[in-house]
């Protein structure tokens, strides 16, 4: 499903996207390749629309940009107000998050027995891409800032079936490291 409301250099980020996945490879390495490529696309300030940067007053609002005909993967913005945040929880395919506005905060875990142990904290700023590959992908995303963030993240899944790219959310108690 392609949505008729991308912009030109949305379309052509859609392109390069396509492009770098059909190289092929594992995930990890298709992965990296995706977070290169997004990254080249993630300072034109013409990439969404007023409507695809709207925020919703309860909680972080999706923007489902693009699925590829053939499912291989989804591109969607995520628009986050200050505070908002994910449950912890982790995805059924590889994940690529590029910080289009602002900065966000990832926080992993590590599952052992019945807690999470909190591993790190990553700070992504605007401009930059990371990429998580499961399984070991259990994280938590925020906007800690005092203004808007946005983030594209292009997910190796069909988000228009699943809803979602979200496998499992961790209602587990979190330990100290």
Not at 19 to 48: K, S, Y
Not at 81 to 108: A, F, R
Not at 150 to 160: E, L
Request: proline share 6%.
């Amino acid at each position: 499903m392609t949505h008729s409301l991308l912009s030109p250099t949305a379309t052509l980020l859609v392109g390069s996207l396509r492009a770098a996945i059909a190289r092929g490879g594992d995930d990890a390495a298709v992965a990296a390749r995706v977070a290169r490529t997004l990254e080249g696309h993630l300072t034109d300030p013409f990439l969404l629309s007023a409507a695809q940067r709207e925020p919703d007053p309860d909680a972080y609002r999706q923007h489902v940009l693009h699925v590829e005909p053939d499912g291989s993967f989804s591109v969607v913005a995520l628009v986050w107000l200050p505070g908002q945040e994910t449950c912890i929880h982790d995805h059924v395919s590889w994940c690529v998050v590029g910080t289009y506005v602002g900065e966000e905060e990832e926080t992993t875990y590590r599952l052992r027995g019945d807690r999470l142990i909190p591993l790190r904290v990553n700070k992504t700023p605007e401009g930059v891409a990371a990429y998580l590959v499961p399984p070991g992908d259990i994280h938590k995303v925020c906007n800690n800032s005092s203004s808007v963030a946005i983030s594209i993240h292009v997910y190796g899944a069909d988000v228009s079936i699943l809803g979602t790219s979200i496998r499992r959310r961790y209602d587990q108690p979190v330990s100290g490291r």
